[in-house]
């Protein structure tokens, strides 16, 4: 395998070392091969926020498999999910699954350009929606700790009709729109950034967006892959009363299992294939087991005081680190929304990509690796989200705090 992983942030290359290799997880701890137990803050990248091998989860697989993996065929897994999809996301009436985050994006893009008949999208530097290639322009996540802003292999004219703006800079966006007024499909954004670290909207950028797109003809897609039941239950786009016209979603929805889905407008969604023209289509979507384990963990994030729980747990991190920084005089600048966060190593809050690439990332792989020793395990990388989940508990927060304040000393 390429590096030794299916997925190059996982390698460490942006750290120093070789990837530790799990050999299983169980509620807020993994365990690697050689016998080492972390605290896990990646939760595999947002999706696990009940914690690993979660009980309810884990029942809800096991009674799915015995039914069969896999059907081609329509099943209640896929009407259930739906239906709690369809009912926490203001803009979704109707929705179609996928197999993963990236084919959510990729059918969102499609089917604004097949619902608007425009070509142009438009897109912000150091957000992530995936790796399809006309997405891969300075993207975030693996694509910046990389500096491959843009991939090899993706031709010129993949990507011409990208336009890219910058986050939190509604001008930006109003100046491509000076331009290519008629010729913009839409716009697509992570709600909140988190796969350049985490990046809140300032105020009135979201609803700043709804407005340019809506007084131009086009649509806005919220790509809620990661925020999208982490943020509450309806999202990003509940948590600051902005409805977008198409939403992506995967991560939490898969429960650890690999799903996507898009969603929107029924006038919107009709245009998909078979009620429309515009062809999506997959093998393994809606597959039984994913669904299973999707349900079930939507199912138990609903119940009263879930989110209340994991935000409250959440501050109290957040507030620990910012006290420790202060403390030990390092320049450091936290940013966070609910329950997820990121330690720039910057002198203030990154508010765009910009900002955030001057984080001093020597410092962050000396943070981790220090981290890591003592069984705390950060993302191996400045540009990614630190996740809590329900399993971590107030002595884990306690315990990790102790490890931040000897990790930013010996930085
Ligand atoms: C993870 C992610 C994706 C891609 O999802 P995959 O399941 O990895 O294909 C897309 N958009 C955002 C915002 C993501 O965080």
């Known amino acids: 395998m390429p590096g030794g992983v299916n997925s190059p942030v996982r390698s460490f290359k942006a750290v120093s070392g070789t990837p530790v290799f799990i050999s299983r997880g169980k509620g807020q701890y993994i365990y690697d091969v050689d016998g080492n137990k972390y605290t896990d803050y990646m939760s595999s990248w947002g999706p696990l926020i009940l914690g690993h091998a979660a009980p309810v989860v884990v029942r809800a697989v096991k009674k799915a498999a015995e039914k069969g993996t896999s059907y081609g065929a329509p099943c209640e897994g896929e009407v259930e999910l739906a239906k709690l999809i369809v009912k926490a996301f203001p803009s979704i009436d109707m929705v179609r699954m996928t197999s993963s985050g990236t084919e959510a994006t ?20 150091g957000c992530y929606h995936g790796h399809a290639d006309y997405l891969l322009v300075q993207a975030g996540s693996g694509a910046t700790t990389f500096g491959t802003p843009s991939s090899p292999g993706v031709p010129e004219s993949f990507t011409e009709k990208t336009l890219l703006a910058n986050y939190n800079d509604l001008d930006s966006v109003s100046g491509l729109y000076d331009k290519y007024r008629d010729k913009i499909a839409a ?23 709804r407005e340019i797109t809506s007084g131009s003809g086009s649509l806005l897609i ?5 925020t999208g039941f982490r943020l509450g239950m309806g999202g990003a786009q509940r948590k ?33 294939a078979p009620l429309g023209p515009m062809y999506q289509a997959g093998t393994l979507s809606g597959n039984p087991l994913a669904m299973a384990a999707g349900l079930a963990t939507l199912r138990k994030l609903k119940e009263p005081g879930n989110y209340k729980k994991l935000r409250a747990l959440s501050r109290n991190m957040v507030e620990g680190i910012k006290e420790i920084i202060k403390k030990v005089g390092i320049k450091a600048a936290v940013n966070s929304v609910d329950s997820m ?24 792989s000396k943070f981790f690796e220090n981290l890591l020793r003592a069984g705390i395990m950060f993302p191996p990388s400045q540009f990614e989200a630190v996740f809590l989940s329900l399993a971590h508990t107030e002595r884990d927060v306690d315990r990790t705090l102790d490890a931040v304040y000897k990790a930013l000393k010996a930085v």
Request: hydrophobic letters at 40%; a neutral charge.
């Open 222 to 226: 919220f790509d809620e892959v990661i």
């Open 106 to 125: 990729m059918s969102g893009v499609r089917l604004a350009r097949a619902y608007t008949k425009r070509d142009y999208i438009v897109k912000f530097e």
């Open 341 to 364: 966060f990121t330690l720039f190593f910057t002198e203030t809050n990154p508010v765009d990509y910009r900002t955030v690439l001057k984080s001093d990332t020597i410092k962050y």
């Open 187 to 209: 716009v697509i954004i992570e709600p909140v950034a988190a796969n350049m670290g985490v990046v809140p909207p300032s105020d009135g950028f979201l609803e700043g967006l």
């Open 240 to 272: 600051y009363g902005v409805t977008p016209d198409i939403t992506c979603l995967g991560k939490i929805i898969g429960g650890g299992l690999p799903v996507g889905a898009f969603g929107g407008k029924k006038e919107i969604m009709s245009r998909v």
